[in-house]
């Protein structure tokens, strides 16, 4: 009587176990279909970095009207046909795309039609300036259910030898899955974005100083003052050692892409990539420092939280 008890006893442990740890079919779905995720992905990107460095495919659809940036319905229209011809994206990512550059436009009209306009200042996709495609197109992903056929992934990888990780958000329309977000904080969306950007700008609106080389002078001593006002004005001091009429200052709007400030000059702009230390002048092509000179290019951050 005692063997048949904990025989039963046996039977409703495994019973449980098995119970605890079966799986939901929307995460039985997702696993089967996780190669076809990542595929999107990746795909999407191999394509579109084609299709970005193809001038004959290139298309501006902004214009300036009395001194101020606008949409160019029709071409904007033209582009986002273009990436719904890709098979990647769905009929959600180009709504979403769409209400992106309209919110831009309001912004548009309250400013003047200097330097990059707001929110366009980076790729979109890339949410930057410049990538590394590998990391785009071959990099693993994790995969996780938001219901059914709705799916949250992350790209998770190294760009220049540090981690990295992207966001995005899947469905699944007639079968296939498409891109329906790709997770990127340009200053403009929805509260929860708009809200971010702003505590970013105040958290990097301070005074900068230092140093930086000079080809013909003894040095410029730089003081650059980021204003987290609505405007994002910043004034840049320059000091050219060794120099006669050796001070320039100047003023324009600061933007934020991915971990660069842009400023925008009368001259063009001007980037300097974020660090925990300050900011580090890059090269005039926009690239980036190699470890060796960087530290000659820092303004050290010295007012601000």
């Known amino acids: 009587m005692q063997k048949l008890a904990l025989f039963f006893l046996s039977v409703l442990f495994l019973?449980?176990?098995?119970?605890?740890?079966?799986?939901?079919?929307?995460?039985?779905?997702?696993?089967?279909?996780s190669s076809a995720i990542a595929d999107v992905i990746h795909g999407f990107y191999q394509w579109y970095d084609l299709y970005v460095r193809d001038e004959t495919k290139s298309i501006d659809f902004v214009k300036i009207v009395n001194n101020h940036y606008a949409l160019d319905q029709p071409l904007l229209e033209k582009y986002l046909a273009n990436i719904n011809a890709?098979?990647?994206?769905?009929?959600?990512?180009?709504?979403?795309?769409?209400?992106?550059?309209?919110?831009?436009?309001?912004?548009?009209q309250n400013e003047e039609a200097e330097g990059p306009p707001n929110g366009m200042d980076a790729n979109k996709y890339f949410c930057a300036q410049d990538w590394d495609l590998n990391f785009w197109t071959k990099s693993p992903?994790?995969?996780?259910?938001?219901?059914?056929?709705?799916?949250?992934?992350?790209?998770?990888?190294?760009?220049?030898?540090?981690?990295?990780?992207?966001?995005?958000?899947?469905k699944k329309e007639t079968g296939k899955w498409l891109l329906s977000k790709i997770e990127c904080d340009m200053g403009i969306g929805d509260p929860a974005s708009a809200t971010s950007s702003q505590a970013l700008v105040e958290k990097l609106a301070a005074f900068y100083t230092g140093t930086l080389p000079c080809s013909d002078c003894d040095g410029i001593t730089t003081v650059l003052t980021l204003n987290a006002d609505e405007k994002r004005t910043f004034t840049l001091e320059e000091e050219y050692k060794g120099k006669k009429n050796n001070k320039v200052e100047s003023k324009g709007t600061w933007t934020v892409a991915g971990d660069m400030v842009i400023?925008?000059?009368?001259?063009?702009?001007?980037?300097?990539?974020?660090?925990?230390?300050?900011?580090?002048?890059?090269?005039?092509?926009?690239?980036?420092?190699?470890?060796?000179?960087?530290?000659?290019?820092?303004?050290?951050?010295?007012?601000?939280?």
């Open 86 to 108: 890709s098979g990647f994206v769905s009929s959600e990512f180009l709504a979403n795309d769409m209400a992106f550059y309209k919110a831009c436009e309001k912004l548009w």
């Open 141 to 170: 992903v994790r995969i996780k259910s938001m219901g059914a056929d709705k799916v949250a992934a992350t790209l998770y990888g190294t760009m220049g030898g540090s981690p990295l990780e992207h966001n995005f958000e899947l």
């Open 15 to 33: 019973s449980s176990c098995q119970e605890g740890t079966k799986k939901t079919p929307e995460s039985t779905a997702v696993a089967s279909d």
């Open 263 to 305: 400023l925008n000059l009368e001259a063009g702009i001007s980037k300097y990539q974020i660090t925990e230390d300050g900011l580090i002048s890059l090269n005039a092509d926009g690239t980036k420092r190699d470890s060796k000179s960087a530290e000659r290019y820092l303004l050290k951050k010295v007012m601000g939280e």
